[in-house]
């Protein structure tokens, strides 16, 4: 194996996983998504190992780079934010690396939603409110599958993690409150979450595009919408006095 794909977490350089952590030690050469991995990141690298900043190069060029150091016999890491399979743009390396028959592997990594489940100290999966977490975007130079618009899936008023969107937040609010949100459902915007410079901004639908304009917040947050986010629910079956232990080791959930 000499390429690694390697999740680097939301921001917080503790966050990426032991094995990325050692595999970042070891590489040779090092691939990072430029604007979102934390550099703090970067100085773990081994002396002289090269890095190349993966925002100011294309697919081929990124490609090249593995190709090259591959036949050199050096390993490799590509180090995406978050987790990779999250809006990381993988697969397209990943068809490309088995083309040139180079064997690679995939490390997964904290995703910034659940960073941001973490910043704003709240469970997705309320007992009650909800069991669902819808993970997506609005459309921008990535096109959305249609059945996919946020205006249908608003329909379920599920817990809504929404990525990539927070500069149109006009759209999305006009969007979740035609597709059936209620306006007084709670939003939270949590930008760089687990960054020493993290901003967390609460309200409903009726007041959290005001929020985000007069705040200025353009980029690298996240949007979650739900009652998942207010305080009512009911307790959760599993810690039930009625249940016993027997009960609570056999259980999934
Ligand atoms: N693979 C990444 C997502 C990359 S897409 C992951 O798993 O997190 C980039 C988008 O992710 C940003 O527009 C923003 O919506 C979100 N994002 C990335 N890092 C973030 C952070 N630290 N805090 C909040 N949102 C973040």
Not at 8 to 24: F, H, N, S, Y
Not at 26 to 38: F, P, T
Not at 54 to 72: F, N, Q
Request: glycine share 8%.
């Amino acid at each position: 194996m000499q390429v690694w794909f390697v999740g680097a977490g939301p921001g917080d350089p503790e966050l990426i996983t032991v094995k990325g952590q050692r595999l970042v030690s070891e590489a040779d050469v090092i691939i990072y998504a430029g604007s979102l991995v934390n550099p703090a990141l970067l100085s773990l690298a081994k002396q002289g190992a090269s890095i190349y900043n993966s925002a100011k190069m294309t697919l081929p060029e990124v490609i090249e780079v593995m190709v090259k150091a591959v036949a050199e016999q050096k390993k490799v890491v590509r180090l995406h934010t978050g987790d990779p399979s999250i809006y990381g743009a993988i697969k397209e390396q990943m068809d490309a690396l088995v083309k040139h028959n180079i064997a690679y592997e995939v490390i997964p990594g904290v995703s910034s939603f659940l960073a941001t489940a973490a910043a704003l100290k709240c469970e997705y999966t309320l007992p009650e409110v909800s069991q669902t977490v819808i993970v997506t975007r609005l459309e921008g130079r990535t096109p959305v599958p249609d059945k996919e618009k946020l205006v249908s899936l608003a329909a379920h008023n599920a817990t809504m993690c929404i990525f990539l969107s927070v500069h149109m937040m006009d759209t999305v609010v006009k969007e979740l409150v035609d597709g059936g949100y209620s306006p007084d459902t709670p939003v939270a915007i949590v930008q760089k979450a687990s960054w020493p410079e993290q901003k967390i901004f609460r309200g409903t639908l009726a007041t959290i595009a005001g929020t985000v304009a007069a705040e200025g917040i353009d980029r690298t947050a996240m949007i979650v919408v739900g009652h998942c986010l207010g305080s009512d629910y009911a307790l959760s079956r599993l810690y039930a006095p009625e249940f016993g232990h027997m009960y609570r080791d056999a259980s999934c959930d």
